[in-house]
């Protein structure tokens, strides 16, 4: 069983729907969470960590639920430029280390 | 404020080969993760760099080894290169490598082997 597991996709969307994308952990001594945005062929980017009471930044919330090792991604009012694959990311318990461990990704394409 | 670079963008090697991959953390910054990451698939740990000694290592063959200099900086070096070795060469930096500690990472490497 992977580590992060997320459902590939890919999500086809109109402009301005909402989007969700689920993600699930299998270590539950896991201690940070976050989604990262990844544009074809560039570097993933942070687009938030992911906080147990819950976040929002804009037409994006995320979900944390410790009990179910669970982690959501909600997008509303989807744009064109929102079009990228999502990264599901945990670090790794033990250790110094930040070492993060990611899922594979969710292919997001909004559609005009 | 220069974020993480990497060098080369591009490389082709064949099988067999040895390949050096390098890093320049973002200003201020101590500590070098590295990452490879195959078509289709999410990036995975190769090891981590601090204070110029290897903090931990994921599940990569010794052909994989590294190095940190006092500057921060950062190789990847890869041995007796492998088809399989195609991939996107991520590096990210932080400042101290503890668990919320944020990573940025720079552009990448594109490795192709023939």
């Known amino acids: 069983r992977k580590e992060v597991e997320q459902d590939p996709g890919p999500f086809n969307v109109p402009e301005g729907a909402t989007v969700a994308f689920n993600c699930t952990y299998s270590n539950s001594a896991s201690q940070s969470f976050f989604w990262y945005r990844q544009d074809c062929r560039k570097e993933p980017k942070l687009l938030m960590s992911?906080?147990?009471s819950g976040n929002e930044d804009g037409r994006f919330t995320a979900q944390l639920n410790r009990a179910s090792q669970y982690i959501s991604l909600l997008i509303r009012d989807s744009k064109l430029s929102d079009s990228a694959t999502y990264l599901c990311?945990?670090?790794?318990?033990?250790?110094?280390?930040?070492?993060?461990?990611f899922g594979t990704g969710t292919l997001l394409a909004v559609q005009p | 404020d220069a974020g993480v670079t990497q060098s080369p963008t591009h490389l082709i090697k064949t099988r067999g080969q040895q390949v050096t991959l390098r890093c320049s953390p973002k200003?201020?910054?101590?500590?070098v993760s590295w990452y490879q990451q195959a078509l289709g698939q999410g990036p995975q740990f190769i090891f981590q760099y601090y204070e110029e000694e290897e903090r931990q290592r994921g599940n990569f063959p010794d052909r994989f080894s590294g190095h940190q200099f006092p500057n921060y900086s950062s190789e990847l070096n890869v041995n007796a290169l492998l088809l399989g070795d195609s991939a996107l060469y991520l590096c990210a930096s932080s400042l101290g490598g503890q668990p919320t500690d944020t990573q940025y990472f720079g552009p990448g490497t594109r490795l192709t082997v023939l």
């Open positions: 992911v906080y147990s």
């Open positions: 990311v945990v670090t790794a318990y033990g250790g110094a280390t930040n070492k993060l461990i």
């Open positions: 200003s201020g910054h101590d500590t």
